[in-house]
């Protein structure tokens, strides 16, 4: 972890029935994408940061004040400044938006004039001040997410919690409230729980990846889609992953062998090591750069990434047909899943179905080596 002394947000916090334990520190005005596979314990993060949950290790701690302890110390939710929009707007149905909006500094003990003045403040901020005398029945589910975005920066938080902004919108609001996202969001402190790559991009300075309850890895956005530490991290840049031991033997210092798969070849990126013979190191490559043959028809000259595998599922994307492999000839240990990406008349041309023995081909060039 990078428990740099700046941190604002501090997270050293477990909870063993669930198997969560997550390291963290966030440091001012930073937005964190919290990414990871269901179940890993994304949830469980927020419900101990904003109160809902008690950690029974460690401790979660804003500017230094300790907000919850498993000694015991416990701020309630509402005195931690710390603001959780759920993926559902959750408005009080019996109040206009504007007293939706004005709970929040109402709650903090502001008279009733200031407290609607800084609601209709925040409302306009999100471009809803025409819906203030609404009811939240009256809404558009991309009305009633930008009101709860404006509840949330009502209360004035010094951390702001994501649960997926954007799940419960259909796809043709989304855009918009990514773009208000992106503006309140700088300079502020904040997670974001998202699924998707763009969402990290856009809103975060750096993404976390939780698995199994861990921190599996963590840096800046485009670096880490870039050359991911993690099968799931590189499932979201839409990489092929292997990982294995550098080998040296004249194939130079950029190839690995991995396990079930055999050597693959790379090529180091300009400006990082190459991880020396016997260290473990990571290859990542494009699914459309992977080409796929019949094992009859495989070019002459052999290729030097040429890997055996069976195909196991097609699956339709817009102009591309991505086809899943896996390595060996489909009996005895498998390596690692591999995808490539083809055209519908070359997949066609092939002949592929779930079953069929084919050939991976991807260039040394196309393959980006790096130390684990
Ligand atoms: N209410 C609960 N009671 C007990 N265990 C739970 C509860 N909710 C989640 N868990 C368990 O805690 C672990 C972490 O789950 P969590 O909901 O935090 O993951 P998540 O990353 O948010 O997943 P998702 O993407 O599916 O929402 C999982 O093993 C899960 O089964």
């Not at 179940?39 to 907000?67: I, M, Y």
């Not at 709650?107 to 999100?126: C, M």
């Not at 043709?172 to 990290?200: F, K, N, Q, Y």
């Not at 498998?334 to 069929?356: F, I, N």
Request: glycine letters at 10%; one cysteine or more.
């Amino acid at each position: 972890m990078s428990q740099s002394p700046q941190s604002f947000l501090t997270v050293d916090a477990g909870l063993a029935s669930r198997g969560v334990r997550v390291a963290l520190a966030v440091g001012e005005g930073e937005t964190v994408a919290v990414m990871g596979p269901n179940g890993a314990g994304k949830s469980t993060l927020f419900g101990l940061c904003a109160g809902l949950l008690r950690p029974d290790e460690g401790r979660v701690s804003v500017r230094g004040r300790v907000l919850a302890a498993a000694d015991g110390t416990w701020v309630p939710p509402h005195r931690r400044g710390v603001a959780l929009l759920a993926q559902e707007p959750l408005l009080f149905p019996h109040l206009s938006v504007l007293e939706n909006v004005a709970f929040a500094p109402r709650a903090a003990g502001a008279p009733r004039r200031s407290a609607r003045a800084a609601a209709e403040r925040w409302l306009s901020e999100v471009d809803a001040a025409q819906l203030a005398s609404r009811r939240p029945a009256q809404l558009s589910g991309g009305q009633a997410q930008r009101v709860a975005i404006a509840r949330a920066l009502a209360a004035d938080p010094d951390v702001l919690l994501l649960d997926e902004p954007f799940a419960a919108l259909d796809i043709s609001a989304a855009p918009a409230l990514r773009r208000l996202l992106r503006r309140v969001l700088a300079g502020r402190t904040a997670l974001v729980i998202t699924h998707e790559p763009l969402d990290a991009h856009l809103l975060a300075d750096r993404v976390m990846v939780l698995e199994d309850g861990r921190v599996a890895e963590s840096g800046p956005t485009a670096e880490l889609l870039e050359r991911p530490r993690s099968p799931f991290a590189a499932g979201l840049a839409g990489l092929n992953f292997v990982s294995g031991q550098t080998v040296s033997r004249g194939t130079g210092p950029s190839s690995l062998y991995v396990q079930g798969l055999g050597e693959v070849a790379g090529t180091v990126p300009d400006g990082a090591d190459a991880p020396a013979p016997g260290e473990e190191a990571i290859a990542v490559f494009r699914p459309a750069d992977v080409a796929l043959f019949r094992p009859e028809s495989v070019p002459h000259g052999s290729p030097r990434n040429a890997w055996s595998a069976v195909v196991r599922e097609l699956e339709p994307r817009g102009a591309q047909v991505r086809v899943h492999c896996t390595p060996g000839s489909g009996t005895g240990s498998a390596g690692p899943a591999l995808v490539a990406d083809l055209t519908p008349a070359a997949a066609a041309e092939l002949d592929l179905a779930p079953g069929v023995a084919v050939v991976l081909v991807a260039k040394a060039a196309a393959v980006t080596v790096y130390g684990a």
